[in-house]
């Protein structure tokens, strides 16, 4: 993770910070660039979570580290998303692995100055309550019309979503628990897309046919 203060920034990332001073309200002064490379940790589930961020670009998996150690995807973040929102608001005890999927940049400020000073800015607080809102009602969506489609269609938006440079290597366990469809059935569908050319065999995992995905997923969106 390379980490840079706002005055700092590298020219390449500074026009995109401007558009986000409101994000942390009176603190925008106080942020700081977060990079982190795909593959990186950015949470992880038994380490306290120190800072408030929001993501500015790249994705990210969240993960649910269950006690035998088995993980769950629960939700996979990307631009214009807060992490720690739940620590922020004493909500959340058990925290989550956050990995990076591709590189994934954040402005971020620290845990313990957020909760003194933002818990008391009623425009942060009036930002904050309509990205949960809008979180929300993202996973209600997924959770009834998305699930109305093939699940090819939900297969091509999931792996659209966790593919880094057109590379797939998620374990299908996962991707089946978290498309709620069996093991069988998960295999079945991606056996037609090794078939059909969508996906390629290589050492690293599958290369993927991203314009292909893109057709098949349709207009589903993951929560």
């Known amino acids: ?3 840079y203060s706002i005055k700092d920034t590298p020219h390449e990332l500074a026009f995109n910070i401007d558009k986000y001073n409101k994000v942390f309200g009176s603190l925008a002064s106080n942020m700081e ?7 990186e940790n950015i949470i992880s589930f038994n380490k306290p979570i120190d800072k408030l961020r929001f993501m500015i670009r790249g994705r990210a998996k969240i993960t649910f580290i269950h006690e035998d150690g088995k993980q769950s995807i629960v939700h996979f973040a990307k631009l214009g998303e807060y992490l720690g929102e739940l620590t922020f608001l ?11 999927i591709s590189e994934s940049i954040f402005i971020s400020i620290d845990m313990n100055l957020a909760k003194k000073i933002l818990i008391n800015d009623n425009e942060f607080l009036f930002v ?3 990205f949960i809102g809008k979180k929300m ?6 959770n009834s019309k998305n699930q109305n489609y093939e699940l090819k269609n939900r297969l091509a ?19 089946a628990e978290y498309l709620s469809v069996s093991y069988r059935h998960l295999l079945y569908t991606f056996k037609e897309f090794v078939d059909d ?5 290589i050492k690293k995992g599958y290369r993927v046919d991203l314009v292909a995905l893109g ?6 969106h993951l929560a």
């Open 128 to 130: 904050l309550s309509q």
């Open 33 to 39: 660039v977060e990079v982190f490379d795909p593959r």
């Open 197 to 201: 050319g969508i996906v390629i065999k």
């Open 157 to 175: 938006a999931y792996i659209l979503m966790s593919q880094n440079n057109g590379i797939y290597s998620e374990k299908h366990t996962e991707t």
């Open 90 to 100: 004493e909500i959340e005890e058990e925290h989550k692995n956050v990995t990076a």
């Open 137 to 142: 009602l993202a996973r209600t969506y997924f």
């Open 215 to 220: 057709v098949l997923s349709k207009d589903i």
């Open 1 to 3: 993770m390379k980490k």
